[in-house]
């Protein structure tokens, strides 16, 4: 599998990778995985086993590597994207969940406070809103498919 290091380009460095080639994919997952906050025009993907992958390695200017193949390219442009999708999908609407339980919740405790027989049965820290998956929260979902990310694409940072 074609292992590339990832480096910044320089302002003088016009060349962009073309679209489809697996040194674009290579960009795009580390500035993904990294969230690097670059458009992928600003990363350059050097073969490792080349003499400017050797000169890069020496010069310590690589920021990580990563192996891509045609069919891990493949499972980025479909699966990566559509489960990232899925989780971004999910975040929304345990925020929107979440939002409706916070006004439950504050209108539950304003019809307790208003209450003249029933207004100190329940103290205000007693019930808390919180979201989780299956014991798992998305943070922890997401942190677990990063990780899986980096052990499918060899992705490792750099010193």
């Not at 390695?57 to 891990?72: E, H, N, P, Q, Y």
């Not at 103290?123 to 499918?152: R, V, W």
Request: glycine residues 4%; charged residues 30%.
């Amino acid at each position: 599998m074609p292992t590339f290091l990832i480096v910044p380009k320089t302002e003088d460095d016009q060349n962009i990778h073309a679209v489809g080639t697996l040194a674009e994919t290579a960009c795009d997952i580390a500035n993904y995985r990294f969230r690097l906050k670059n458009s992928n025009d600003k990363l350059k993907a050097i073969p490792v086993k080349s003499a400017l992958g050797t000169m890069t390695i020496l010069k310590g200017d690589a920021f990580c590597s990563v192996s891509v193949s045609r069919t891990t390219q493949k499972a980025w442009n479909k699966d990566v994207k559509e489960i990232q999708n899925g989780l971004d999908q999910l975040d929304i609407a345990i925020n929107r969940i979440e939002d409706d339980l916070y006004n439950a919740l504050k209108n539950l405790k304003e019809k307790i406070g208003e209450s003249a027989s029933f207004n100190n049965f329940l103290e205000d820290d007693e019930i808390s809103i919180y979201s989780t998956l299956g014991g798992m929260d998305l943070d922890e979902l997401e942190d677990k498919f990063q990780e899986h990310i980096e052990d499918f694409y060899a992705l490792e940072k750099l010193p």
